[in-house]
């Protein structure tokens, strides 16, 4: 899909849309990814909010929000994809999340009032969906939005929670399986991500990452790229087995993590309880 092709301007919201995208092609790559924001809303709704976004295909690398600064923006992943970093105060920075199509981001911001937590930096050929927090009220009943950002907000605690435990009990090679499985899937499983990065995410050396990649792609489970790690074979990269010994005690687990937090989980919400 690329219905988005255009100039970059800055990210700025505003009530354009592109010319050379249909509403109607807009409005069924929105329902097609079902980002977790606009979840239930009418086609009405839909279109009203959809009718004044602003549609962004970013040509080159750009920060779209930063850290410690307002959000200009909440914006929908709708291609490519947006590195989520953090900067400790110390200057280390740390590669925090890989968001996809489907996933929402500087929502928080937007109607805390408050400044970025992280930044938002996305990658070369994004599509980015911008919106305001005015936009969205005004399309969005308020019970519906906070049922979605209810929703939102306890995935993130899931995944931040998973990548914890990972942190502490599963070793580098392990961890090095849990974000390629975590970053890709079965419908998109190229992930744009250099060896340092995957390293920071891992918490281990590069060589630790090379050397995993390397058992990896011998056994024809991933292909390297330049900048990109494809995943071929998502069951044998759960199940891979180390050259030198039996499948880690972490591996089944791998799975169980795999299995709980896909990109834009889906699992069912019953009704909002009433005032």
Known sequence: MHLYDHPEPGPKVGVSRQRDASHADLVAAIKALQPDVLRGASDAQLGGFLSHATVRRMRRRKEILRQGEPAACGFIVIEGQVDVTFTDPDGNRVLAHLARPGEVLG???????????????????????????????????????????????????????SMHSVAMFY??????????????????????????????FAGCSRQTVNRTLAQLRAEGIVEMGRGTIRVLDRKRLVDFRHSDGPVAAGAPLVARFRATVPPGTRQPISQMPQA
């Open 171 to 200: 070793d580098a090679a392990e961890r090095v399986r849990v974000h390629l499985l975590s970053m890709s899937s079965a419908d998109a499983p190229e992930v744009q991500i250099s060896q340092n990065e995957l390293a920071g």
């Open 107 to 161: 929502e928080a911001e937007l109607f805390s009032g408050l400044t970025c937590a992280a930044s938002c930096t996305c990658h070369p050929g994004a599509v980015l969906l911008l919106f305001d927090a005015a936009l969205i009220l005004r399309h969005l009943p308020a019970e519906l939005l906070l049922r979605n950002l209810a929703r939102i907000f306890h995935n993130r605690m899931i995944r931040d929670n």
